[in-house]
T-cell receptor, first 112, second 114 residues
Framework: GIQVEQSPPDLILQEGANSTLRCNFS?????LQWFHQNPWGQLINLFY???GTKQNGRLSATTVATERYSLLYISSSQTTDSGVYFC??????????????FGKGTKLSVIP | DAGVIQSPRHEVTEMGQEVTLRCKPI?????LFWYRQTMMRGLELLIY????????DSGMPEDRFSAKMPNASFSTLKIQPSEPRDSAVYFC????????????FGPGTRLTVT
């Protein structure tokens, strides 16, 4: 099946700093989503971005499908950005295969 | 829309007991997914349904696990008998049927089996 690798695994930022999280995947995808898992365990949809660039406030994401990677940018980080960021993809792996395959996540800690 | 609804949010039970987790997908979504999150294995798919029919249950760990979807607005995941290694967070998600459609996740049920 499709492989998803996220980097870095851990990241510590000073409040106000910018960061870039990366997601590499091993095959063509027709769905790529970024999630934020907050300290309470809830998975929050950040972006649905199988290709192209999107922005939402201080967050933006870019997926270069031909090169099989996606980037999540966090600008002017805040303590509330802390948590684990997951990349999840769905590949073209045949009829009936609608599951998302998740990376292991990037654990972000923003300190005041 | 209220989003995907799961209940209970937390469940603590003793080994050997039956556990039933519940999910209500977003209205109009015809795909429903059950995922499990553990420290060791991360987030992994257990089973998914299309129009209430189970499509792929290859992720269900063993016969102690079963899932049903009696109608478009309700699904259950049952563990009988439960074991301590079943302790995890169980997420339900739903999506529209278009290829590559975005999946929306519920808040999860944190299960602890003692």
């Amino acid at each position: 099946g499709i492989q998803v690798e996220q980097s870095p695994p851990d990241l510590i930022l000073q409040e106000g700093a910018n960061s870039t999280l990366r997601c590499n995947f091993s095959d063509s995808v027709n769905n790529l989503q970024w999630f934020h898992q907050n300290p309470w365990g809830q998975l929050i949809n950040l972006f649905y971005i199988p290709s192209g660039t999107k922005q939402n406030g201080r967050l933006s994401a870019t997926t270069v499908a031909t090169e099989r990677y996606s980037l999540l940018y966090i600008s002017s980080s805040q303590t509330t950005d802390s948590g684990v960021y997951f990349c999840a993809v769905r590949g073209y792996s045949g009829a009936g295969s609608y599951q998302l395959t998740f990376g292991k996540g990037t654990k972000l800690s923003v300190i005041p | 829309d209220a989003g995907v609804i799961q209940s209970p949010r937390h469940e603590v039970t003793e080994m050997g007991q039956e556990v039933t987790l519940r999910c209500k997908p977003i209205s109009g979504h015809d795909y429903l997914f059950w995922y499990r999150q553990t420290m060791m294995r991360g987030l992994e798919l257990l089973i998914y349904f299309n129009n209430n029919v189970p499509i792929d249950d290859s992720g269900m760990p063993e016969d102690r696990f079963s899932a049903k979807m009696p109608n478009a607005s309700f699904s259950t995941l049952k563990i009988q008998p439960s074991e301590p290694r079943d302790s995890a967070v169980y997420f339900c998600a739903s999506s529209l049927s278009s290829q590559g459609a975005e999946q929306y996740f519920g808040p999860g049920t944190r299960l602890t089996v003692t």
